[in-house]
């Protein structure tokens, strides 16, 4: 049976990116990497790294120096307790200046070559597969495999859209979302087959039926299995893409997880303004905009409405920046306990400080300067006993 497994791009989705990274101290792994990396392994995906390094190409790196960085990376994700099945990169771009790396390749994303060669020396199921990255390249390249995909859509970091590009299947803030994502489009797709079961086990019976017994009652026996069985029908093909799109987005428990399988800036949006807003191309086909210089004085709206029209854009522009700023901080490293750790860690510190500047004293006896120290040391168990819970909440 073939395996289902997730592809990650490398820079920006795992790890930060400076530019070209040639030290292997130069790996970071992103914040949440580990966990979300972790629950997918649960899961029971495998993961494969693909990512484009034409800084071989470029002579800015060599593939020894890139194995050292995949060994380094490994290393750092082997102490959070996750192993990478595999990694592939493409060293190849057409404009580099090695020679023999200096040209086109099937393997460098958007082109799907590496996810196509670790499907077939995995035993990959690509329909049951996932891309995530944070590039429109990413997506593409997924998407040409026959994977579905979700792209991180970080704030602050726009991703520039070519018109070829492929729309992603999701989107979310974080690698933590993303996780959060494939997590409920696998919850809904066992809900959907459980409930095509319950279906067919109710309708079984009267398939047995003989000809004789169905005949008093054709229309009542028939119809209304067939309408109840339409979902079944839809049961997850394999390699139907959106599939579980709908079913995911009505069934999102919160908002926040509703809102994180919308397609960006429009999707808080009345579908009334939706085109308005999407894109600055759009906006300048507004009917209020681009009817105007042949409108006739007299049925010209005025001024007041162009102005509030022009308002209802931006508010809801702003609208859509502050939700995409809440799931980002939702799925990011703060927490309660970890905004007491760093309250109390101030505390322990003024504890110590004042421990030292009674020790000076010499007014002070040394009951005081214990005294402090063991507040300063109580105070400290007390800040690991709250990263311990944060990292816990997680
Ligand atoms: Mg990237």
């Given at each position: 049976?073939?395996?289902?497994?997730?592809?990650?791009?490398?820079?920006?989705?795992?790890?930060?990116?400076?530019?070209?990274?040639?030290?292997?101290?130069?790996?970071?792994?992103?914040?949440?990497?580990?966990?979300?990396?972790?629950?997918?392994?649960?899961?029971?995906?495998?993961?494969?790294?693909?990512?484009?390094?034409?800084?071989?190409?470029?002579?800015?790196?060599?593939?020894?120096?890139?194995?050292?960085?995949?060994?380094?990376?490994?290393?750092?994700?082997?102490?959070?307790?996750?192993?990478?099945?595999?990694?592939?990169?493409?060293?190849?771009?057409?404009?580099?200046?090695?020679?023999?790396?200096?040209?086109?390749?099937?393997?460098?994303?958007?082109?799907?070559?590496?996810?196509?060669?670790?499907?077939?020396?995995?035993?990959?199921?690509?329909?049951?597969?996932?891309?995530?990255?944070?590039?429109?390249?990413?997506?593409?390249?997924?998407?040409?495999?026959?994977?579905?995909?979700?792209?991180?859509?970080?704030?602050?970091?726009?991703?520039?859209?070519?018109?070829?590009?492929?729309?992603?299947?999701?989107?979310?803030?974080?690698?933590?979302?993303?996780?959060?994502?494939?997590?409920?489009?696998?919850?809904?797709?066992?809900?959907?087959?459980?409930?095509?079961?319950?279906?067919?086990?109710?309708?079984?019976?009267?398939?047995?039926?003989?000809?004789?017994?169905?005949?008093?009652?054709?229309?009542?026996?028939?119809?209304?299995?067939?309408?109840?069985?339409?979902?079944?029908?839809?049961?997850?093909?394999?390699?139907?893409?959106?599939?579980?799109?709908?079913?995911?987005?009505?069934?999102?428990?919160?908002?926040?997880?509703?809102?994180?399988?919308?397609?960006?800036?429009?999707?808080?949006?009345?579908?009334?303004?939706?085109?308005?807003?999407?894109?600055?191309?759009?906006?300048?086909?507004?009917?209020?905009?681009?009817?105007?210089?042949?409108?006739?004085?007299?049925?010209?709206?005025?001024?007041?409405?162009?102005?509030?029209?022009?308002?209802?854009?931006?508010?809801?522009?702003?609208?859509?920046?502050?939700?995409?700023?809440?799931?980002?901080?939702?799925?990011?490293?703060?927490?309660?306990?970890?905004?007491?750790?760093?309250?109390?860690?101030?505390?322990?510190?003024?504890?110590?400080?004042?421990?030292?500047?009674?020790?000076?004293?010499?007014?002070?006896?040394?009951?005081?300067?214990q005294t402090m120290i063991g507040y300063a040391i109580a105070l400290q168990l007390l800040v690991i006993a709250?990263?311990?819970?944060?990292?816990?909440?997680?």
């Amino acid at each position: 049976m073939s395996h289902k497994a997730v592809f990650l791009d490398r820079d920006d989705t795992l790890i930060s990116d400076p530019g070209y990274i040639s030290d292997p101290a130069q790996v970071q792994l992103l914040p949440h990497v580990g966990h979300s990396l972790a629950m997918l392994k649960k899961m029971g995906y495998l993961l494969v790294v693909v990512t484009n390094q034409s800084g071989v190409a470029r002579g800015i790196v060599t593939e020894q120096t890139l194995e050292q960085i995949h060994h380094h990376l490994k290393k750092l994700l082997a102490d959070e307790g996750v192993y990478l099945d595999a990694i592939y990169y493409c060293p190849y771009h057409p404009e580099g200046t090695v020679a023999k790396y200096t040209r086109e390749s099937d393997l460098r994303k958007p082109q799907p070559g590496m996810l196509l060669k670790a499907a077939e020396e995995l035993d990959i199921d690509l329909s049951q597969s996932w891309m995530i990255g944070d590039s429109y390249r990413d997506i593409a390249a997924g998407s040409r495999a026959g994977c579905r995909t979700i792209l991180l859509d970080t704030p602050g970091k726009p991703q520039v859209r070519e018109p070829d590009d492929p729309e992603p299947d999701r989107r979310a803030v974080n690698l933590r979302e993303a996780v959060n994502i494939l997590r409920m489009v696998e919850f809904q797709q066992k809900a959907q087959a459980a409930r095509a079961e319950l279906q067919e086990a109710a309708i079984e019976p009267k398939e047995k039926q003989t000809p004789q017994e169905q005949k008093p009652q054709p229309q009542e026996a028939v119809e209304p299995a067939q309408t109840e069985f339409k979902p079944a029908a839809a049961k997850p093909s394999t390699a139907e893409k959106p599939k579980a799109e709908p079913l995911v987005n009505a069934a999102a428990p919160n908002p926040v997880q509703a809102e994180s399988t919308s397609t960006p800036l429009v999707s808080a949006v009345n579908p009334d303004t939706e085109q308005k807003i999407s894109t600055p191309s759009a906006r300048q086909e507004t009917p209020s905009q681009a009817a105007l210089p042949s409108m006739p004085a007299g049925d010209m709206p005025p001024s007041g409405a162009l102005h509030t029209d022009k308002t209802h854009q931006l508010l809801e522009e702003i609208l859509h920046h502050f939700k995409l700023k809440h799931r980002y901080e939702q799925y990011s490293e703060f927490s309660v306990f970890m905004l007491l750790a760093w309250l109390v860690q101030v505390l322990a510190v003024f504890c110590l400080v004042v421990s030292i500047w009674f020790g000076l004293d010499r007014t002070r006896g040394s009951d005081a300067v214990q005294t402090m120290i063991g507040y300063a040391i109580a105070l400290q168990l007390l800040v690991i006993a709250l990263l311990l819970m944060h990292d816990r909440s997680k």
